[in-house]
């Protein structure tokens, strides 16, 4: 098997990074964690200008269809361009417009909300969040309880959601609604397309370990939204579910991830290079151990976008990059604060890592948690994957 890039690709890798080079601001680091961006004004600011300047170029919507805005590739363009977009920790790329909702919409939306909703997003323009979770709905996705009541023309939602992120920066938000509740858990569910604009929404921030507020939570009152912004029309009503864990399966492929564990490890490498202090053969090996287990993620990632540009469903594969990154990330980022020491614990610019590993040390302790949990994952894996019977 040859995982070599084509010409092509690698012309187009070099595009990419020539591309960030000139257009980050000097001296840029940007944050080691996703929703950095989310978290004051001046990083949102650049992160739109960002996405404007991606869209321009037509980076947003590489492998859909010409006729929404894409260049309809089905090489790996799509998977070069956010991994050197992560590596870099630049902005620009918005993970539930881009990579989670479109490809559903593509899949599953009508003709009508294909043409509004995705030129915008290839543009950069518009920005969304993910209504999944709710207080008694994490792990357990299809126990969601928000409401979305038929009327003659419209929905009427209420209910909660909790941890969106970057519900407080968003434009429009996909909501996973309960349509019938006399249906079976899973049967009953829908996915709705919301303006977060509309009256009776309300947004609460959540601050994090971090003392950030990337997560919010969401109260639908009386929200009423038209019925074309039901996914799939009227054919998508209860279809909510499928659709859901399609999303999910885009969510959980993980080559963001990968390019930010690759950039944390070199920059371990780096600093233990030019450090004075000696380091011990147990640190040595372990050093070496999350340089192989970065590389065998890196597989685990771009295994499912091939099968995506192949038009194949991902089944457990996703589940196992999801779980073995996640779980990596947690432990890199052990590691980096055990090579800092004491250090770890400093902060801000002048830090060693200018505080990277202990900013990453906060951020994943809820990554084997976010997106379903690890032990949702084994249990996908077991089931989809292995074709095992359930318990």
Not at 21 to 28: A, F, I, W
Request: include cysteine.
């Amino acid at each position: 098997m040859d995982f070599r890039l084509s010409v092509g690709e690698e012309t187009f890798r070099g595009e990419v990074r020539d591309m960030l080079t000139q257009e980050l601001p000097p001296g840029y680091r940007g944050p080691i964690w996703m929703d950095g961006f989310f978290e004051t004004d001046d990083m949102w600011t650049l992160n739109k200008e960002f996405a404007r300047k991606l869209g321009e170029r037509g980076w947003l919507s590489l492998s859909w269809p010409k006729e929404y805005g894409g260049q309809g590739t089905v090489d790996l363009r799509p998977l070069i361009l956010w991994s050197e977009v992560y590596y870099q920790r630049a902005p620009g790329l918005d993970m539930f417009g881009v990579k989670m909702l479109s490809p559903v919409l593509l899949a599953f939306g009508t003709q009508e909300q294909k043409q509004r909703h995705l030129p915008p997003i290839a543009r950069g323009e518009i920005f969304w969040c993910q209504g999944y979770s709710e207080p008694n709905a994490g792990s357990d996705l299809a126990g969601a309880q928000t409401r979305a009541e038929e009327t003659l023309d419209s929905f009427i939602i209420n209910g909660q959601k909790i941890w969106t992120s970057g519900a407080h920066r968003a434009d429009w938000i996909f909501v996973l609604c309960r349509t019938d509740p006399q249906a079976g858990k899973h049967g009953g569910l829908s996915l709705i397309l919301v303006d977060m604009r509309t009256p009776g929404i309300t947004v609460n921030p959540l601050v994090n370990v971090l003392g950030a507020s990337s997560f919010n939570e969401i109260f639908f009152d009386n929200v009423k939204v038209p019925k074309e912004n039901l996914i799939g029309g009227e054919g998508g009503k209860n279809r909510g579910w499928q659709m859901a864990t399609a999303l999910l399966n885009y969510e959980r492929s993980g080559v963001e991830r990968v390019a930010l564990a690759s950039r944390f490890v070199a920059e371990l490498v780096e600093y233990v290079r030019n450090s004075q202090r000696p380091l011990d053969s147990e640190m040595r090996l372990r050093l070496a151990e999350a340089a192989v287990e970065v590389e065998a993620s890196r597989l685990l990632a771009y295994r499912i976008g091939w099968m995506h540009n192949q038009g194949l469903q991902p089944q457990g594969e996703a589940s196992i990059s999801k779980v073995f990154l996640s779980e990596l990330l947690q432990k890199l980022a052990n590691l980096g604060c055990q090579v800092l020491g004491l250090n770890a614990q400093m902060e801000g610019d002048t830090a060693p890592l200018g505080g990277g590993p202990q900013h990453l040390y906060l951020s994943t302790l809820g990554s084997t948690i976010a997106a379903g949990t690890s032990e949702v994952q084994r249990m996908l894996i077991a089931h989809r994957g292995l074709g095992l019977p359930r318990g």
